[in-house]
């Protein structure tokens, strides 16, 4: 079912999630069905949207849904970096749909997580898959990329965008 996303500035969006037990996984496909959904929904309405995680939707688990190519579930994901080679973009948000935010984030990324059977995972990622994934988890520890900001002029309109000198 389609919900509706949490925009910038409503406090759940600030919190911590939860992890996930085993025993959860029944609930966890129900709200997958509704990441799903608000995914392909938002997709529909602004021709956007590669991942959503769980807290965007009011649900204080630590998960994390992509769907690019194909459907990707995250549970209980860890992030790790095994160099410092970093990138800047101009990262946008399903909760805050029409800013853009000049964010570094690392190149590269490597994730290990549990999947719909509970087992052991790792994908890595690199450029903005790497930066998808590292703004989704942050979603999980309830930092938004306004946080991340690079500095106060780091932030615009994505009408805005052509005149933007954060580029």
């Known amino acids: 079912m389609v ?3 949490l925009l910038l500035g409503n406090p759940k969006l600030y919190e911590i999630s939860h992890l996930v037990d085993k025993e959860d996984i ?35 688990k630590r998960v994390l849904y992509m769907n690019i190519t194909e459907p990707i579930v995250f549970i209980n994901p860890t992030l790790i970096f095994d160099d410092d080679d970093f990138i800047e973009v101009l990262d946008d948000c399903m909760s805050f749909p029409e800013l853009l935010v000049k964010v570094r984030r690392h190149k590269r990324c ?9 087992s052991d995972n790792e994908m ?4 903005d898959l790497s930066e ?11 930092i938004l990329a306004t946080m991340r900001a690079i500095d106060n002029k780091s932030l615009c309109l994505k009408n805005q965008k052509s005149v933007f000198k954060g580029k």
Request: proline residues 2%.
């Open 3 to 5: 919900k509706k996303i």
């Open 26 to 60: 029944n609930y966890i496909k129900e709200v997958l069905v509704d990441l799903h959904d608000t995914l392909i929904n938002f997709r529909e309405k602004y021709g956007a949207g590669r991942a959503i995680a769980a807290p965007q939707i009011g649900v204080q």
């Open 132 to 142: 998808l994934i590292q703004h989704e988890y942050d979603h999980l520890d309830g």
């Open 110 to 118: 490597k994730v290990q997580f549990k999947d719909m059977n509970f």
């Open 124 to 127: 890595k990622f690199e450029g």
